[in-house]
């Protein structure tokens, strides 16, 4: 049994003390099947499962009713969403974890169905030709709406307000999701935002909307609380198209993002293979370590070995884990005891109850059926 492995190392990370390295990733789980968009039982008993990760970061939740393009998937916008989140925080702190909220909004990958048949919003009126999950099922995307300063505006006040309800949620802190094509991603790629304003044109430009986010969410909580997710090498993927200025984006904004005293900054390798892709960066943590000076998580088809290593060798802070947490619920104590881990079953990623959700047991059950 090996205890000393870097994935089980405790970690500072502004003033709380984590368990160790193995972060939760935010999955996207959908099973906030309710008129409310509230986490209940069944998101406490999922959460408290998987309490024993270094940090907890949740699903995305969106931050308004326009921040939605997925159905049953929790906000954190609403009092009654707040009332279902205060549930979930005070049972993974009750076990001694530690939680984040990732603050969601997706921008065009969305569709008029969410919207009483009004166009998502997103900040050039440019289809990503991607898939939006509806209550009837996958729609094709539309032409969104290209966003008015003032939506601008509100989306900025709409984060604020989410970071609000986060902390009287009992959210250890959140993490502005700012990845994967939604709606920060589509200001900052020239493929999605050919605005004219302050939002659009130059590389300072397409970032500015994330470090106003990141300002105004600074007015209600500290700082050091406040994590964002990027994934500079995204392509061909939510309707993401990479080009020549994609990764100077991403070196300029995260060169910015020390001037913050940032909880940390969560990268992830490329999703698929972008070696032939001669502007695209393939290896995200050599390339962002020695750039950003907080600390970084990386993520992406890590498992124990990979994860050890690339903490080992200063590459990454910590490790996010995504689909080993939805089928191995005590990972840390899996990597702990060298135990193998179970499967996860696509199948039920998505679907509504606790099938696939709540039932795959902890090393300790497995052993007592
Ligand atoms: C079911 C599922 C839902 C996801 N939902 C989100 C999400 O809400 N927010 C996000 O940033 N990433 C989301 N992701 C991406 C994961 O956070 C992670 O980047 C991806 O699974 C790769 O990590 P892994 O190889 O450890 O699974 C999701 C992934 C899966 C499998």
Do not use: C
């Not at 326009?66 to 954190?76: L, S």
């Not at 065009?108 to 509806?134: C, E, V, W, Y």
């Not at 986060?166 to 700012?178: K, N, T």
């Not at 996860?344 to 047991?361: I, L, V």
Request: no cysteine; charged share 25%; aromatic share 10%.
């Amino acid at each position: 049994m090996d205890r000393k492995q870097a994935l089980l190392q405790p970690i500072q990370v502004g003033d709380l003390t984590l368990n160790n390295r193995v972060w939760m990733a935010p999955m996207t789980r959908s099973r906030a099947n309710n008129e409310a968009k509230a986490p209940f039982d069944i998101h406490v008993k999922y959460y408290t499962q998987r309490a024993s990760s270094g940090l907890i970061i949740t699903e995305g939740s969106q931050i308004s009713e326009k921040a939605v393009g997925y159905i049953n998937t929790p906000g954190i916008h609403t009092e009654a969403q707040v009332e279902g989140w205060k549930k979930v925080t005070e049972a993974v702190h009750k076990e001694g974890g530690h939680i984040f909220i990732q603050l969601w909004h997706v921008g065009r990958i969305s569709h008029p169905d969410f919207h009483n048949g009004d166009l998502p919003h997103a900040p050039s009126a440019i289809n990503p030709h991607a898939k939006s999950f509806t209550p009837k099922g996958f729609k094709d995307t539309v032409t969104p709406k290209e966003m008015t300063i003032e939506d601008i505006k509100q989306t900025i006040l709409d984060f604020k307000n989410a970071a609000k309800n986060a902390m009287d949620a009992g959210f250890d802190g959140v993490e502005i999701h700012s990845s994967n094509g939604y709606l920060l991603h589509q200001f900052f790629s020239r493929t999605s935002n050919v605005r004219m304003d302050e939002y659009g044109g130059s590389i300072e430009n397409r970032a500015r909307i994330l470090f106003d986010v990141i300002d105004a969410i600074k007015e209600v909580m500290p700082e050091n609380r406040i994590g964002l997710r990027l994934n500079p090498s995204l392509h061909g993927i939510f309707g993401m198209e990479a080009d020549e200025e994609t990764i100077p984006t991403f070196d300029y904004i995260i060169e910015k993002l020390n001037q913050y005293d940032l909880a940390y900054l969560h990268l992830s390798e490329p999703f698929n293979d972008v070696s032939e892709i001669p502007y695209l960066e393939p290896h995200i943590a050599k390339r962002y370590r020695p750039m950003y000076k907080g600390t970084l998580v990386i993520n992406a088809a890590f498992d124990q070995e990979k994860g050890n290593q690339v903490i080992a060798e200063g590459l990454a802070d910590a490790v996010a884990f995504g689909k080993p947490f939805i089928s191995n619920p005590d990972l840390p104590e899996r990597f702990a005891q060298d135990a193998s881990l179970a499967e996860w079953d696509t199948d039920t990623f998505y679907t509504p109850g606790e099938k696939g959700y709540t039932d795959y047991p902890s090393l300790e059950e497995a052993k007592v059926d």
